[in-house]
């Protein structure tokens, strides 16, 4: 590790030109395999020094979200609240050898309907010194979220993206074999279909078909079959679940990992456990239900786990889950 770390020297090139080298006092090669791990070891002191100031937070390597309740009657304590830590955080970034980057960074306000129009006059905010100008979206992680958690601009963009590599998937399927194909649409496409899907747990009807859709045209050109051809059978031939029934298996897996390894511990904290007051005696079962305090302090865990449009539905599954055989989902959700 010393030596990893240890004199190491750098220089800046551009075209031709160089300039002189010089020792690295901090930092870790860009690209490296420990350059992710190093630096949130580096950082996560931050997280107590953020809470200190009274505001929720969540990082990811070098991405740091941080989280504020507001009163949509009496605005400006929150907001102050805010200005303040994102300043103290911007400093101890400084004292540290970092520094926060102003023109990526994004303000959203969050709320139901009548909750943004009562923020509509609230246009920007200023943050770590610089003053930002509302979004009506955000990106975090690849994932397109809006300010009424719709998750319509995620399912967007996943859409568009499955159709284009569709397209580029038909021009050569005639010079792959089945096997290829197959490995090349579930590695390209189908990796975008399950990419955060379990965000769509709860979502209308109307949102799920766009990325049935996208499933159904990519099973189309596996298949060799035309764009009119009934697609209903062929995620079944190729032992694929439908979009649906993989947004539920994918939010019942994490949420029996989450339970049963407690990790990570900012999801485990929402969730209790609950016992009906009847269960049949052959299918023991456990039901998992929100924390009322915690569903309302992070919206995107909420949305990671529970129902949008009930937070207080609760999620039934077995408490041992494991993936069954391909031909059992197949008979139960009758594909």
């Given at each position: 590790?010393?030596s990893?770390?240890?004199?190491?020297?750098h220089?800046?090139?551009?075209g031709q030109?160089?300039?002189?080298t010089?020792?690295?006092?901090?930092?870790?090669?860009?690209g490296?395999?420990l350059?992710?791990l190093?630096?949130t070891a580096y950082?996560?002191?931050?997280?107590?020094?953020i809470?200190?100031?009274g505001?929720?937070y969540?990082?990811?390597a070098?991405?740091t979200?941080?989280?504020?309740a507001?009163n949509?009657?009496?605005?400006?304590?929150?907001?102050?609240?805010?200005?303040?830590?994102?300043?103290?955080v911007?400093?101890?970034?400084l004292?540290?050898?970092l520094?926060?980057?102003?023109d990526k960074?994004?303000?959203?306000i969050?709320?139901?309907g009548h909750?943004?129009?009562?923020?509509?006059?609230?246009?920007?905010?200023?943050m770590?010194?610089?003053?930002?100008?509302?979004?009506?979206?955000?990106?975090?992680?690849?994932?397109t979220?809006?300010s009424?958690?719709?998750?319509?601009?995620?399912?967007?963009?996943?859409?568009?993206?499955?159709?284009?590599?569709?397209?580029?998937?038909?021009?050569?399927?005639s010079?792959?074999?089945?096997?290829?194909t197959?490995?090349?649409?579930?590695?390209?496409?189908?990796?975008?279909?399950?990419y955060?899907?379990?965000?769509?747990?709860?979502?209308?009807?109307?949102?799920i078909?766009k990325?049935?859709?996208?499933?159904?045209?990519?099973?189309?050109?596996?298949?060799?079959?035309?764009?009119r051809t009934?697609?209903?059978?062929?995620p079944?031939?190729?032992?694929?679940?439908?979009?649906?029934h993989r947004?539920?298996?994918?939010?019942?897996?994490?949420?029996?990992?989450?339970l049963t390894?407690?990790?990570?511990?900012y999801?485990?904290?929402?969730?209790?456990?609950?016992?009906p007051?009847?269960l049949?005696?052959?299918?023991?079962?456990l039901?998992?239900?929100?924390?009322r305090?915690?569903v309302?302090?992070?919206?995107?865990?909420?949305?990671?786990?529970?129902?949008?449009?009930?937070?207080?539905?609760?999620?039934?599954?077995?408490r041992?889950?494991q993936?069954?055989?391909?031909?059992?989902?197949?008979e139960r959700?009758?594909?």
């Amino acid at each position: 590790m010393h030596s990893y770390l240890a004199d190491r020297q750098h220089h800046v090139k551009l075209g031709q030109h160089s300039s002189a080298t010089m020792l690295c006092q901090c930092g870790v090669p860009q690209g490296s395999i420990l350059g992710p791990l190093l630096f949130t070891a580096y950082a996560s002191p931050v997280g107590d020094f953020i809470q200190s100031h009274g505001t929720s937070y969540h990082q990811f390597a070098d991405d740091t979200q941080l989280f504020i309740a507001m009163n949509m009657c009496d605005t400006t304590p929150a907001l102050e609240r805010l200005t303040v830590c994102s300043s103290a955080v911007r400093l101890w970034f400084l004292h540290n050898g970092l520094q926060l980057n102003a023109d990526k960074s994004e303000v959203v306000i969050l709320g139901m309907g009548h909750q943004l129009r009562a923020a509509a006059n609230i246009t920007t905010v200023e943050m770590a010194g610089s003053n930002l100008i509302i979004s009506d979206r955000f990106k975090s992680l690849g994932v397109t979220t809006d300010s009424h958690l719709r998750f319509d601009c995620l399912v967007n963009n996943v859409s568009r993206e499955c159709n284009y590599h569709n397209r580029a998937l038909h021009h050569v399927r005639s010079l792959l074999t089945d096997e290829v194909t197959q490995t090349v649409a579930c590695s390209i496409v189908a990796s975008r279909l399950d990419y955060c899907n379990s965000l769509l747990h709860g979502a209308p009807a109307a949102t799920i078909v766009k990325l049935q859709r996208a499933q159904n045209n990519l099973a189309r050109v596996v298949c060799q079959r035309g764009g009119r051809t009934d697609a209903a059978p062929l995620p079944r031939s190729l032992h694929w679940l439908p979009v649906k029934h993989r947004i539920t298996y994918k939010t019942a897996m994490l949420t029996h990992k989450v339970l049963t390894t407690s990790t990570p511990p900012y999801l485990h904290d929402m969730l209790t456990a609950a016992t009906p007051a009847r269960l049949p005696v052959t299918t023991p079962a456990l039901r998992c239900c929100p924390s009322r305090a915690s569903v309302q302090s992070s919206f995107d865990v909420r949305s990671l786990l529970l129902d949008q449009q009930s937070t207080t539905r609760c999620l039934p599954f077995s408490r041992h889950i494991q993936a069954p055989p391909r031909h059992i989902f197949l008979e139960r959700h009758n594909l």
